[in-house]
């Protein structure tokens, strides 16, 4: 059994090797046919962008790729040859300052240029030559690179830095706006930023570090730190709705910088509702209508639209709305509603709880209204004529009886 297995796998393996022999040496055919083409020698280096611009105080970071091309594994020398005064800059990888590279032929080995301006310097052009030189000084490559120092822009200052993913933020003037904003510390040494904001009058805004409670007023950070803030902002409770721009900056000596927030403020949604007395509670008969005015009161900043009622009532009761519906109501406008409640014609005598819900969208209003079912007028004529019955009935046997 087992030597007819083993002889199973082998035709297998036999059958694979002659259906897929041709085209693998077709496949290495090509290869070597390609290699053959390729020159001793062929080096080159590209930067990925020969010219940037820059604000002032940002450094530059870029790749610098060498492609082999020839038959022969390259180990260059790579430097900076030329560079402006004041910015510092090297050779990197990921981990390490890099001084030479490898290059395996037909492979493409990328390391990265990394400059960084001080303070003093200023809005120009500043170029940088990067030369890569083969072992044996056979293959010499250079590469230029120009980065521009633009002037700098109104509201940013060198040194700090300030950046935002949200600056717009939509809500109700009763809520808190939080903006998550990145200060950044430019400078080549510690620095404590002072921070501030403008805000339109009557609002709060607050600082603090990000996933924190504490408020603060400053910050410290390390050369080139960054750290996450919140910028908490509280509108003036009676805000109108409408677009309103914050400005927040950090400050470090005669150096600013500032970032434009939006807070667009939608209005509050609040509804109030109630009788003329109010008392809730009311008194009516066995299938008989029995209504109330109700007031509504729009007591928030923005419009309510499409008021609808709905209610709660005891099984085979009625409640009934007039108007059904209102569709605007404005900022303080107050208008009416009535309300009739019709108990069932069986229901007991006793007392019952209605409830009228008042549904404006973005707010509601629940109204719990005590209906008392008192007995039918007739049923208390008829308990009169009972007891009148009943003393005319003793009065006429006393006097039978007395005469006997």
Known sequence: MARKKIVLIFMVCFLSLLFYWPS?????????????????????MAAEFPGIEVPPGESVNMNITFFNRGKTTESVNVRIV??????RTRIKSENFTVTAVSVPWGEDKTVVFEAEPDRSVRPGDYPFVIEAKTSDEKIVLTQRILVKVREFEKGAARGIKLTTSYPVLKGPSDAKFEFSVEAENKLDRDAVFNLSAQVPEGWEVNFKPAYEYKTISSLKLRANQSQNLTVEITPYKDAKPGSYPVIVRATYGEMKAEIPLTVV???????????????LSLEARQGKKTSVTVFLKNTGSATLNNIAFTSFKPENWKVEFNPERIAVLEPNQIKQVEVSITP???ALVGDYSVTVNIDAGRTSKNLEFRVTVRAAAVWGWIGVGIIAFVIVGLMVLFRVVGRR
């Open 265 to 279: 403020i939608t209005g509050t949604y609040s509804i109030d509702a109630g009788t003329l007395t109010g008392l």
């Open 82 to 87: 030329s560079k402006p005064e004041n910015w």
């Open 24 to 44: 693998f040496s077709a496949e290495t055919k090509k290869k070597v046919e390609d290699y053959e083409k390729l020159p001793e020698r062929s080096l080159t």
């Open 344 to 346: 069932y014609e069986e």
